[in-house]
């Protein structure tokens, strides 16, 4: 039996059991199974739907198990069983269940029990519905809910308050967009949109920049308008922090934590006699930021170095940059929808060592800056220690710099911006942008 649900059982198992990371065990185990374009879609989202509300699962099948799991698969199986039958509407709960059935005894071991385990157990959840824990205890409640981690919600609601944390939990469980930036100048715009309806894709623009559009589904990587470089895969909120900069076209820039080279090749676009050197503390990554650069043409802009950005003194001379993007490594929390897995991952100490990494990386380079140039700091995260709070405790720090408010894209000028997961499934985003003095 090889469908979507032995797909998804098989990297569910060793998603949860073995820790593996979700999207490359799944792409594995898509290579192995070769299935149909509509089971590989089931096996993706019950895999990605099942990770991203466990907490909630867990929560229906607590009262139901009453005896120790001894086999490996159960837990998955029944966490992936249960994600069907609520969330999958169009999928009879009876088929739901056969399948389950179906797999648990293909992998009992002789006389285990575990078949019959299974088909109790979700049978007493078809009898059971959904529960949810009392209104009144707010973190609790969205924790099970929205199946986010009750630290989190708890971090949410001091922040941000109980509406936008609502809006944040509910939209960081919707799917991301297929968002794509167009890399040509806007006259050309027109022609982009065009060669994409012939290839059957329909699209929106996105709300917070004119170069990007949504796309109706995936598959643009195999266009030619992808492989000739007209467009490339970018979330339309991380797009901005490269609008940020005011290009003159010559200058020297800095990309201290370049891969995959996203923003690379967006900095290298804006420049003609101008190069970007592309920093990655991963050797084996700046190999992605080498191939966008030459997909999109601007190979002879993009020079990539293996180096820690803390250590940027040690090879580079002061003044030696007209402009400097830190993008920089951070808790992701404004990318929970792409990777369902990191809610369970960080925690508020991550938060806090994260921001002394983000503040030595800005205090390592802010010395290579010419007098007059431009930083731009941004993460995709939503964590104000990481976010307005790093840049805070640099600015006390070198009064040399100085914050300058920033309009990019369609949206209003700011001091500095913040992008919550928004509503046509972009990420959410931080960008502040400072000046050296002088
Ligand atoms: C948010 S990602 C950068 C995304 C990239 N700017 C883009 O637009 O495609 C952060 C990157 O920083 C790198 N990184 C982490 N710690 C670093 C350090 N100390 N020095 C330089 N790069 C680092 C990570 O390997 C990761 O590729």
Same mark, same amino acid.
């Given at each position: 039996m090889s469908n979507a649900r032995t797909v998804a059982l098989e990297t569910l198992i060793k998603v949860f059991n073995? #820790? %593996?990371?979700s999207n490359i065990a799944l792409n594995n185990e898509l290579i192995k199974h070769d299935l149909k374009p509509a089971d590989k879609a089931l096996a993706t989202r019950i895999v990605y739907g099942t990770i991203q509300y466990k907490i909630f699962l867990e929560y229906q099948l607590k009262p139901l198990i009453k005896t120790k799991l001894r086999d490996s698969f159960l837990k998955p199986l029944l966490l992936m069983s249960a994600y069907q039958y609520f969330f999958l509407e169009k999928v009879p709960a009876n088929a739901i269940f056969d399948e389950a059935n179906k797999l648990a005894k293909k992998y009992s #071991? &002789?006389?285990?029990g575990s078949y019959k385990l299974i088909n109790g157990i979700l049978r007493a959840l078809e009898r059971q519905g959904e529960i949810l824990p009392p209104t009144n205890d707010l973190v609790e409640y969205l924790s099970i809910k929205e199946s986010f981690p009750k630290w989190l919600v708890e971090y949410l609601l001091d922040h941000f308050g109980e509406n936008k944390t609502k809006e944040i939990l509910v939209r960081s469980n919707q799917p991301a967009a297929n968002s794509i930036r167009m890399t040509t100048k806007e006259s050309d715009f027109e022609e982009i949109k065009e060669e994409l309806k012939k290839d059957n894709f329909s699209f929106e623009e996105s709300s917070l920049t004119p170069h990007n559009l949504n796309l109706n589904k995936g598959g643009v990587a195999q266009t030619a308008l992808f492989k000739n470089g007209k467009i490339t895969i970018q979330d339309a909120a991380a797009s901005l922090a490269v609008d940020a900069f005011d290009f003159k076209g010559s200058e020297q820039v800095l990309d201290a934590c370049s891969a995959p080279g996203g923003k690379t090749v967006q900095i290298a676009e804006n420049l003609t006699t101008g190069s970007v050197i592309a920093l990655d503390i991963h050797e084996n990554k700046l190999r992605l930021v080498r191939n966008a650069a030459e997909r999109l043409h601007v190979s002879d802009k993009v020079k990539t170095k293996a180096l820690d950005? &803390? #250590?940027?003194k040690e090879y580079f001379n002061q003044g030696q940059f007209d402009k400097i993007l830190v993008d920089a490594p951070c %808790? +992701?929390? +404004?990318l929970i929808r792409r990777k369902p897995e990191i809610r369970y991952e960080k925690s508020l100490n991550d938060i806090k060592n994260l921001a002394k990494i983000q503040l030595a990386i800005l205090e390592s380079v802010s010395g290579l800056l010419a007098n007059g140039g431009e930083l731009v700091y941004s993460t995709c995260t939503i964590s104000y220690e990481e976010d307005e709070g790093v840049v805070k405790q640099f600015l006390k720090l070198h009064p040399d710099f100085e914050l300058i408010p920033v309009q990019v894209g369609k949206l209003p000028k700011q001091e500095m911006v913040r992008i919550f997961p928004s509503s046509d499934g972009s990420d959410g985003f931080f960008i502040a942008k400072l000046k050296k003095r002088g």
């Open positions: 073995q #820790k %593996s990371y #071991k &002789r006389n285990s950005a &803390r #250590k940027t %808790s +992701g929390l +404004g």
